[in-house]
């Protein structure tokens, strides 16, 4: 027919689609079934999980005891999972996706049963061919045979288009739901999966994971539904034909299971090593792409090569073992179908010359055989495939397995506008995997409507408040609160409603500038956004490029300047109208000049809100109502400037120092100037 699987093995064949179905798990899940007992990091993996659950990361201590029942539910639907085989993980992974397809799948369903019937009547005609037509020189009877043959024949075909056009779609909507739980999933992931894990470690699920799975999904019914449908048709019609040289064909069978159980666990855990190491290349390659300037800099492209080649040698061995392994698995099977069909043929041959049994019967027997050990190759092909896209289901379930930042509680109030202080009563934080807490029953009260720095040496903590107050992170001990009210109690979308942050570095998303400008409010009008480019002056400078708003920054707009990227960064928290304004480090990549017109800009924006401004700089934070200095955890010391440096403590000593950085780097300014000075004469001379 038609639509026949193909010869070639079918890890490589991207065409044709179908649903998955547990009944077809016999073959598949037979040979996979190896999958939990050989994959080695679940049991490390779980104790991972319960320790990122011991751990509130953007949750309340209530949810935290109800998300910990979950994790033994989370570790029993594992095991059976594993239990199941990798088919199970399989279909696991697929059936939310399948339950809106309901029609689509009737269809995929009617038409592999249409062509599995009419591939049973096609070897079953020679069996009336021969005997009642060509046997016995019956004209009519052969007009008859053909006649139905062909009338089938049409109809399958027709039908066969028909359905595989279902497939098609059936496919591609499963792959795009399930691309999209992960995305959706991804986005609800709390701030410390993102500092633990490496970019390319989650891309490799979207890439590597998916393309497995896409695989998988769209060969299933013409690889693996098909040729399991007509493999069970061909033994019934080899019963029909002669049962007892069936029951020998049949008894003698199980051998060509013998490799797939032998090779079938290797071959999983090599698959899943395999999957292992292409998600580590992927994080090198994306670490070195973002480390270019780094790179190029300290002239480390041989180092970084050598790096690689260590890398990619190892995943070559293990993609080589992998799919050695795997093609091992058929190639056993193919070996022993074709021993069992020299059997067959000579027990049919010795029964057909004694009479026992007529030619049409051997011949139709012979054709059906075929049919069975052609049927249980490609099935046995698609084993490669779904050991492999078990191992990826695996990778992908990994990571949604990941907690998320857990929902608000029920019936959250929202948090109206900041109107008095926010504080930090008895506050202990410590991050995940790091050896003591970077804050120490820390308490401070931060009154709104100030200017606040919050200033101390490099690693104190001073980013990390701005993350509690965020609700990015959640004190281990003691609470952070708005006007008395515990940020975990008031839902999270209300909390950043009346906040905007500022970071180091601003993402800007290759989009038009007006988009960037209005990724910091829902719905902004094009007003709100040109007054928000005014107001963090940059107005000017947009009016002056050849699209205005709607220029394309590029991609992590690498067409701006820093300084004009931190501006439009600006522009995008002020058009929230923020209540509180966070600033973290937001100035401090920038030079002098540019650093001093910026925070110019944010001073003057800073009125009638409270801005809290986590900085080392220490020249922009002169001008503060208020500056806290942070050092081992704790709040060390509080006031003006001037206060502070009457004090002469840390943060004298902190002036001090940099005054003596500011004033060693204004020499070299002007030695720099002088040579240039000098250089420019020279040339002129
Ligand atoms: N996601 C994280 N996971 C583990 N440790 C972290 C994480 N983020 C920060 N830390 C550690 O916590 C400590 C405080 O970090 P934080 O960024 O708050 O300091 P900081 O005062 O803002 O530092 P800097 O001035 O250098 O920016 C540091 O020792 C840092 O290494």
Redesign the pocket.
């Known amino acids: 027919m038609a639509s026949k699987p193909p010869e070639k093995p079918i890890s490589d064949d991207n065409k044709a689609t179908d649903p998955l179905d547990d009944k077809f798990a016999l073959p598949v899940g037979a040979a996979a079934a190896q999958v939990p007992s050989t994959k080695p990091p679940a049991p490390e993996k779980l104790v991972a999980d319960k320790n990122a659950k011991a751990k509130p990361v953007d949750d309340d201590e209530d949810e935290d005891e109800d998300d910990d029942d979950d994790d033994d539910e989370e570790l029993v639907v594992f095991t059976a999972r594993e239990a199941a085989g990798a088919f199970g993980t399989i279909y696991a992974f697929t059936r939310p996706f399948l339950a809106n397809r309901r029609k689509m799948l009737a269809f995929v369903g009617f038409g592999v049963l249409v062509e599995t019937l009419f591939n049973v009547i096609m070897p079953l005609s020679l069996k009336f061919l021969i005997d009642d037509a060509l046997g016995e020189e019956d004209f009519d009877a052969l007009i008859k045979i053909l006649s139905v043959l062909a009338v089938a024949g049409i109809i399958t075909s027709i039908v066969a288009i028909w359905y595989e056009r279902w497939d098609a779609r059936l496919a591609s909507s499963i792959i795009s739901s399930a691309r999209e739980r992960l995305f959706g999933h991804v986005q609800e992931l709390p701030?410390?999966y993102f500092?633990?894990t490496k970019r390319g470690e989650t891309l490799s699920r979207f890439s590597v994971d998916m393309a497995s799975f896409e695989t998988c999904i769209k060969s299933f019914a013409n690889s693996a539904l098909l040729p399991f449908l007509e493999l069970i048709a061909g033994i019934l019609l080899m019963f029909y034909l002669n049962w007892q040289l069936a029951l020998v064909a049949l008894l003698i069978f199980p051998i060509t299971l013998i490799g797939p159980r032998i090779l079938t666990p290797k071959a999983v855990q090599a698959n899943y090593e395999q999957k292992q190491s292409e998600a580590s290349i992927l994080g090198t390659i994306q670490e070195n792409i973002a480390a270019q300037a780094v790179i190029k800099a300290f002239s480390l492209q041989r180092r970084t090569m050598g790096w690689f080649r260590l890398r990619n040698d190892d995943t070559g061995k293990r993609i080589a073992a992998a799919t050695f392994l795997s093609t091992m698995v058929e190639r056993s099977v193919t070996i022993s179908v074709l021993m069992l069909h020299l059997v067959v043929l000579a027990i049919g041959a010795y029964l057909a010359t004694k009479g026992q049994i007529t030619v049409g019967t051997f011949v139709t027997f012979e054709s059906a055989f075929w049919e069975v050990s052609y049927n249980i190759a490609h099935v046995m092909h698609f084993i490669p495939v779904s050991i492999q896209t078990a191992a990826a289901v695996q990778h992908m379930n990994e990571m949604l397995d990941e907690p998320t930042r857990g929902s608000d509680k029920p019936n959250a109030p929202e948090l109206p506008r900041v109107e008095n202080n926010i504080s930090f009563d008895r506050v202990t934080f410590q991050?995940?995997?790091?050896r003591a807490p970077?804050l120490d029953n820390l308490s401070l009260k931060l009154d709104v409507g100030k200017k606040i720095a919050i200033v101390?040496?490099?690693?104190?903590?001073?980013?990390?408040?701005l993350?509690l107050i965020l609700r990015l992170y959640m004190p281990d001990e003691g609470k952070v609160t708005i006007d008395g009210v515990d940020i975990r109690k008031v839902t999270r979308e209300s909390l950043r409603s009346h906040m905007a942050v500022v970071f180091q570095e601003n993402m800007l998303f290759n989009m038009s500038i007006r988009e960037n400008i209005r990724l910091g409010k829902e719905g902004a009008t094009d007003e709100e956004v040109v007054e928000a480019a005014k107001k963090a002056e940059i107005h000017r400078y947009i009016m002056g490029l050849p699209d205005k708003y709607d220029t394309q920054v590029g991609e992590r707009g690498d067409t701006l300047s820093g300084g004009q990227r931190q501006r439009i960064a600006i522009a995008r928290a002020i058009v929230r109208n923020p209540s509180v304004l966070l600033l973290?480090?937001a100035t401090s990549a920038l030079d002098q000049t540019t650093e001093a017109a910026l925070n110019a800009t944010l001073f003057k924006l800073a009125e009638g809100r409270t801005m809290i401004s986590?900085t080392?700089r220490l020249t922009s934070v002169v001008e503060m109502d208020e500056i806290i200095v942070?050092s081992g955890g704790q709040v060390i010391e509080r006031g003006s400037h001037a206060e502070l440096l009457a004090l002469g403590g840390t943060y004298r000593e902190l002036w001090d120092n940099q005054g003596r950085h500011t004033a060693d780097e204004d020499d070299d300014d002007e030695e720099d100037d002088e040579d240039e000075d000098d250089e420019d004469e020279d040339d002129e001379e």
């Not at 991050?431 to 790091?434: A, H, L, Q, R, V």
Request: hydrophobic share 20%; aromatic share 4%.
């Open positions: 701030s410390a500092a633990r991050y995940e995997n790091s970077v101390g040496p490099s690693g104190s903590g001073k980013s990390t408040l993350n973290d480090e986590s080392h942070i």
